[in-house]
């Protein structure tokens, strides 16, 4: 081999270690780069759409002792009016923690994570002090409050109602045609998620018909609504008439077909 074929080696060989060096040096800098704070913004580029079950599990073990391992935590695709409820079932103690999806998608992502931690404090005080009151804010709660807060940066607090999501739920508008129309702050109008209709089973309804004694009328609900209702009316209407044919079939049919012929072991009684 030539000098100059060494030459080359050399340089080819350093070339490589340098980018070796420079891949490394670029690695070690991510990770000093990483977010201390589990609510930093980079985490929105980091990871976007964190797995709530991974998420929780990381929690339990880094801010509540891991005495949260029998606590189931899911999404509810319905749950438009909170973003998360603690949910206390049966005798047996069970307990979980429903986060809303359709509140929550349209938040950043530290909401999910105050939302989550939330709902954790309220779940710890019911595995270790069978504390049962979804509202009950007082100073156990806010004694871990405080201490997630100042050891995380977050922010968690005793709401997270998000008002302005909750209204774009609210698509189904009712208006009163009495004296409250004029009054602040609802001027007569009812917003739910639902299409349920003021009744007199809501709370409020007794005082409205005192005090005003108007009726409501629907004014607003959302695009192509009737659309979907008469669809899922045909399609009501021909499992009737499947059901009534299936009737008719069985009125016609043979009664000693049904029958079922004995087959077991006979005894001469007496």
Not at 5 to 19: G, K, P, S, T, Y
Not at 26 to 45: H, Y
Not at 154 to 166: A, G, K
Not at 247 to 261: F, G, L, Y
Request: charge should be positive.
């Amino acid at each position: 081999m030539s000098e100059d074929d060494d030459l080359a080696f050399a340089l080819f060989l350093q070339e490589q270690f340098n980018n070796e060096s420079s891949n490394d040096t670029k690695i070690a800098q991510t990770n000093q780069k990483l977010p201390t704070s589990i609510v930093d913004e980079a985490w929105e580029m980091i990871d976007p759409v964190p797995d709530i079950r991974q998420m929780f599990l990381q929690f339990n073990e880094a801010y509540f002792w891991g005495q949260l391992a029998s606590v189931e935590v899911r999404w509810s695709p319905k749950m438009t009016l909170c973003a998360g409820l603690c949910c206390y079932e049966g005798r047996g103690g069970l307990c979980s923690i429903r986060l809303s999806e359709p509140l929550l998608k349209l938040r950043p992502r530290k909401d999910l994570v105050q939302t989550l931690l939330h709902e954790m404090i309220h779940a710890l005080l019911f595995v270790t002090q069978n504390n049962k009151d979804h509202d009950g804010h007082g100073p156990e709660f806010h004694k871990h409050m405080y201490r997630i807060n100042k050891a995380t940066g977050t922010n968690i607090t005793v709401y997270h109602n998000f008002h302005d999501e909750v209204d774009v739920y609210r698509q189904h508008w009712w208006k009163c045609n009495g004296p409250c129309q004029n009054r602040p702050p609802f001027y007569g109008v009812v917003k739910r998620s639902m299409n349920r209709a003021p009744a007199p089973r809501d709370t409020w309804w007794a005082e409205h018909q005192a005090k005003c004694g108007g009726t409501f009328s629907k004014v607003k609900e959302p695009d192509n609504y009737k659309k979907k209702k008469t669809k899922s009316k045909d399609n009501n209407k021909s499992s009737d008439c499947e059901n009534e044919n299936a009737s008719k079939r069985r009125k016609t049919e043979d009664p000693a077909s049904h029958i079922v012929p004995f087959s077991g072991k006979g005894y001469v009684l007496g």
